[in-house]
C-alpha cells in the first residue's frame, strides 16, 4: 500500500471539521494528486475522537432510523463525507455518490485504513442493495432509495434465507399476491441480520408457485414499517446475536417495489450473492492474520512458559501447521486479488477461499479453546476472565463460519463441478 | 509481492512441462526402475540443454543467475512425471553449497561444468537425506600429515551413484563437523546401491581411509552442518515445487478416472461423496502452491523470512502430495492398488520425497522455533 503523504503539520486533525470544497476537480488530476488532496481532506474533516478507533472491516456507522449515530463526532464525521459524496465515491453525483472511479474508492480506503479511521457509512445499503439497484433498479427506485442509503437515513437487510430454504434457498416459498397496484405478503425469513434495526428488507417472494423453482421467483423492496411486518431476534449456541427471523402476515407492498422482472428475480438475486461472496472472501482473508501470536501467547499462559521453547511438541505443532496453512491461505488470497486486477475474471483458486478461510477460522478457535483448558469452560460471570469467556463464546460462534454464505459442502459442490469438471 | 508469472516466467513453465512430457514421460519408471543407471543421461542432456541446471548459477561461471522462482517452474514440470534426474541434488542443493561456501577456486573449478550439466554434484551429509535425526558421526576425519582421513559409512543417500562429485560432512577428532568437496571416484570410496521403494538413485557410500587435503574443504574447518542452512532452504524449496508438480499431476489422473470409469451406470465422479474429497485435494494443492510461490519469492529477494517459507512449503507441498496420492489410489480403487496403473508412483514418490530433507513434523518444528516459540 502507498503511503499517505501528507505536507508536514497538517496531520494534526481538526475537532470543528467542516467540509472543504476541492479547488479542481478530481477526475482531471492525476492518481497521485488525487491521493495527496484525499489525504489532506480526510485529515480536515475526520474528527479527533475517531482516529484509531477502526479495528475490523466492518466497523463504522451503519445508518438508519433506528440507531442514531453512537456520538456526535460520528454524526459530524458522516455529515462531511456525505456532503462530499464520499460514502459511495464511485456512485453517480446525481443520486448523492461522488462521481468518481473505482480506483478513487480504492484510495479513499487505503488512507482511512492506514489512518484507522471507520469508514463514515457501512452496511447492506452500500454493499449490496446500492449496487444492485444501479444494476437493476428502474430510475424511480434509483431516486428513492439510492440517495437515503448514501446519506445513511435507511438501515437495510437482506431477505433470502427461510425455515424451508437454506442451501436449497430456490425453495423459498414466501408468497406474493398481485392484488391491485400492491402485492401480498405472507410468509417468513429466517438469518436475517439486524433485521429488527432496519428499515427496510430486499426480499425474495414466490409470486408464482406453479413455475419451476428459480422461475417464479421475485425480488421486492419492502419498507419494514409496514403494517404486518415484524422480527424476533435469534439466539445462537453462542448467545445472543445479529439474526433474526422476519414474519410476514397480509404485508401490502406496491408493485412499483419490484426490482426487475416480475417471475425473474433470482437473476437479480444471483448477481446480489456475488457481492456478498466478494465481501465474506475477503473478510475472511483480513482476519486471519494474528492467529498465531495469539496462541502461543495462550500456550505460554496455559503451559506456564513464559518464554523459550514451549514444553509441549504437539501444541508446538499444531500452531505451526494452523500458521502454515493461514499464510498459504493469505497468499492465495493475494493470488485472487492480483488475478482480478484489470477487471480480470477471478481464477479458479478464488473458489477455495470460503471453504478454506472458514475452516482455518474454525481451527483456530478449536485449537485455542484446547490450548485455555480448564479456563475454557467457562459462560459468564467473574469466574473466568473476560477473555477467555469471549474466546468460548467465539469458538462456538466460529462452527457457524462454515454453514453462513453458503455451506461448505455447497461450496465444495461449486468446486467439483465448476472447477474440477466433475458430472 | 507479485505472485503471477512474467512471460518469461510463462515460456520457461510451457517448455518445461513440453520437455518432460515429450522426453521423460512418467511411463519410463517402469524400465528405469531395473535398470544399473536409475536416471537417463539422455534426458538429463536435455534438461541441461534447456537450461535447467544452469537456472540457479551465477552467470559469470556459466549460469543463467536466474532464481529459485524460475528454478521451481521447472522443478513443478518434473514432478508431475516424476522425472528421478538429479535436478534438485546437483542444480540447486550441490550449486547453492559451493554458491555459498566454496572458495574462488572452488567455484571457478566446479560451477561451470555442473551449469551445463556435464558434472553431476549431490550431497553426503546426513544418513537418508534427515536433517532432523541426531548425526550419528559415522563419517569421521583424522588430522594426519596437515590432511585428513575419512572413515565411515553413510547410508540412503540420494542421487550419488552417478554423481561426479560429492559434498561429505564428517566429524573431527573435538567433535565439530566440517564439509569437504570430495571426488565421487576417489579411492576408497564404494557406493553401493540401494533398492529404494520410489525407484530413485541412492547408495550407500562407505569411506575407506579417503585422503582429503585442507583446499577440499567447504566453509569453515569445524564449521557445521549449519552452514549448509542457505542451500538446504534452496533445496527444500526444490523438493517442494517437485512435489507440489506431483500432487497436481496425481489430482489430474485421478480426476480423469472418475470422469470415465463407470459404476452402477454412472461416472462415479457424479458421486458427492468423492467429489467432496477431490475439492478439498484441490484446496490443499492450491494452499500449497501459494507456499512455494512465496517461499521462492522470499529466497530469491533474500527476505528475513525466507528459511522459515522454504520449510512452509516444503512441508505443506509434501502433504499436498500424500493427500492426492491417497486419495488417488483409493478413488482409483482395486486399479489404484496394480503396478500396472501410475497412481501407486506417486504415493511411492512421496514416502521419498517427505524425508529428503527432513519430514513435515521437523519443517513444522523449524517454523516453530524460527517463530521464537
Not at chain 1, 195 to 210: G, M, Q, Y
Request: aromatic share 6%; net charge negative.
Amino acid at each position: 500500500m502507498k503511503r499517505v503523504s501528507v505536507p508536514a503539520g497538517r496531520l494534526e486533525p481538526r475537532s470543528d471539521a467542516y467540509p472543504i470544497v476541492p479547488t479542481r476537480g478530481a477526475l482531471e488530476m492525476s492518481l497521485e494528486d488525487f491521493r495527496a488532496e484525499a489525504a489532506l481532506w480526510i485529515v480536515e474533516n475526520a474528527p479527533r475522537s475517531l482516529y484509531g478507533t477502526r479495528s475490523g472491516r466492518f466497523d463504522g456507522y451503519w445508518g438508519g432510523k433506528k440507531q442514531p449515530p453512537v456520538s456526535e463526532d460520528v454524526a459530524r464525521w458522516l455529515a462531511a463525507c456525505v456532503e462530499r459524496g464520499w460514502t459511495a465515491p464511485d456512485w453517480p453525483t446525481e443520486l448523492g455518490g461522488g462521481g468518481l472511479s473505482r480506483q478513487h474508492t480504492e484510495i479513499i480506503s487505503e488512507i482511512l485504513t492506514e489512518l484507522k479511521l471507520p469508514p463514515p457509512l457501512v452496511g447492506f445499503g452500500l454493499a449490496m442493495i446500492g449496487p444492485t439497484l444501479l444494476d437493476f433498479g428502474n430510475d424511480a427506485q434509483r431516486a428513492a432509495h439510492i440517495p437515503p442509503i448514501v446519506r445513511g437515513e435507511v438501515r437495510w437487510c437482506q431477505g433470502y434465507s427461510e425455515p424451508g430454504a437454506g442451501s436449497d434457498l430456490a425453495s423459498l416459498a414466501t408468497r406474493a399476491v398481485r392484488d391491485g397496484d400492491d402485492f401480498v405478503i405472507d410468509g417468513q425469513k429466517v438469518w436475517t441480520s439486524h433485521a429488527d434495526k432496519s428499515d427496510w428488507i430486499f426480499a425474495l417472494v414466490r409470486t408464482n408457485p406453479d413455475a419451476k423453482k428459480q422461475s417464479g421467483i421475485t425480488f421486492i423492496l419492502i419498507d419494514m414499517s409496514t403494517h404486518g411486518v415484524s422480527t424476533r431476534p435469534i439466539e445462537l449456541i453462542s448467545g445472543s446475536s445479529p439474526f433474526c427471523e422476519v414474519f410476514f402476515e397480509n404485508v401490502r407492498v406496491p408493485a412499483a417495489n419490484v426490482v426487475g422482472q416480475v417471475d425473474h428475480g433470482w437473476t437479480v438475486a444471483k448477481a446480489l450473492l456475488g457481492y456478498e461472496r466478494s465481501m465474506i472472501g475477503a473478510a475472511m482473508g483480513g482476519q486471519l492474520r494474528d492467529a498465531e501470536a495469539d496462541l502461543v501467547a495462550r500456550a505460554r499462559r496455559a503451559l506456564d512458559a513464559p518464554s523459550g521453547q514451549l514444553p509441549s511438541a504437539l501444541t508446538r505443532d499444531e500452531i505451526a501447521d494452523l500458521a502454515m496453512d493461514e499464510a498459504c491461505f493469505n497468499v492465495t488470497v493475494q493470488r485472487v486479488i492480483e488475478g482480478m486486477k484489470g477487471g480480470k475474471k477471478p481464477g479458479s483458486e478464488s473458489s477455495i477461499l470460503k471453504v478454506v478461510g472458514s475452516a482455518l477460522k474454525q481451527r483456530r478457535f478449536d485449537l485455542a479453546v484446547k490450548i485455555a483448558g480448564p479456563e475454557s469452560q467457562g459462560w459468564e460471570g467473574d469466574a473466568f476472565a473476560a477473555d477467555d469467556l469471549s474466546l468460548t463464546r467465539d469458538w462456538l460462534r466460529s462452527r457457524g463460519n462454515t454453514i453462513e454464505g453458503g455451506t461448505s459442502e455447497v461450496q465444495l459442490n461449486i468446486i467439483a463441478k465448476h472447477v474440477l469438471g466433475l458430472p | 509481492m507479485a505472485f503471477s508469472l512474467t512471460e518469461d516466467q510463462t515460456q520457461i513453465a510451457d517448455s518445461a512441462r513440453k520437455l518432460v512430457e515429450t522426453q521423460a514421460p512418467i511411463a519410463r519408471l517402469r524400465t528405469l526402475r531395473s535398470q544399473p543407471e536409475r536416471w537417463s543421461r539422455k534426458c538429463w542432456a536435455a534438461m541441461a540443454e534447456a537450461g535447467w541446471t544452469a537456472l540457479c548459477v551465477q552467470e559469470r561461471h556459466g549460469g543463467l543467475d536466474l532464481g529459485l522462482t524460475e528454478l521451481a517452474l521447472v522443478a513443478e514440470a518434473a514432478g508431475r512425471q516424476l522425472a528421478p534426474e538429479p535436478l534438485v541434488s546437483s542444480a540447486v542443493l550441490f550449486a547453492s553449497a559451493v554458491q555459498l561456501l566454496g572458495t574462488h577456486a572452488q567455484r571457478d573449478q566446479l560451477l561451470a561444468s555442473v551449469a551445463d550439466g556435464t558434472r553431476i554434484g549431490a550431497l553426503c551429509v546426513a544418513d537418508g537425506g534427515r536433517y532432523d535425526a541426531p548425526d550419528r558421526g559415522c563419517v569421521q576425519a583424522r588430522i594426519v600429515d596437515g590432511g585428513f582421513i575419512v572413515d565411515g559409512v553413510r547410508s540412503h543417500t540420494l542421487d550419488v551413484t552417478l554423481a561426479d562429485t560429492l559434498i561429505v560432512a564428517a566429524r573431527g577428532p573435538n567433535g565439530a563437523v566440517t564439509l569437504f568437496v570430495v571426488d565421487a571416484n576417489a579411492t576408497g570410496i564404494t557406493r553401493t546401491p540401494e533398492a529404494r521403494v520410489d525407484g530413485r538413485d541412492a547408495a550407500t557410500v562407505r569411506f575407506d581411509s579417503v585422503r582429503l587435503a585442507p583446499a577440499d574443504i567447504l566453509g569453515e574447518l569445524g564449521g557445521g552442518l549449519a552452514q549448509l542452512d542457505g542451500a538446504l532452504d534452496r533445496g527444500a524449496v526444490g523438493v517442494a515445487a517437485f512435489a507440489l508438480g506431483a500432487a497436481t499431476r496425481a489430482l489430474e489422473l485421478t480426476l480423469d478416472y472418475v470422469r470415465t470409469r463407470i459404476q452402477f451406470g454412472v461416472a462415479i465422479g457424479s458421486f458427492q461423496a468423492l467429489q467432496h474429497r477431490l475439492a478439498y485435494v484441490f484446496a490443499k494443492v492450491e494452499l500449497a502452491r501459494s507456499g512455494v510461490l512465496t517461499a521462492s519469492r522470499a529466497i530469491d529477494a533474500g527476505a528475513a523470512d525466507g528459511p522459515r517459507l522454504a520449510s512452509m512449503a516444503k512441508a505443506k507441498a509434501c502433504d499436498a502430495l500424500e493427500l492426492a496420492a491417497k486419495e488417488g489410489i483409493q478413488m482409483f480403487g482395486g486399479v489404484g492398488m496394480t503396478d500396472e496403473y501410475d497412481i501407486g508412483f506417486y504415493l511411492k514418490a512421496h514416502r521419498g520425497l517427505d524425508t529428503w530433507l527432513g519430514d513435515s513434523a521437523h519443517h513444522r518444528a523449524r517454523w516453530a522455533t524460527l517463530q521464537g516459540y
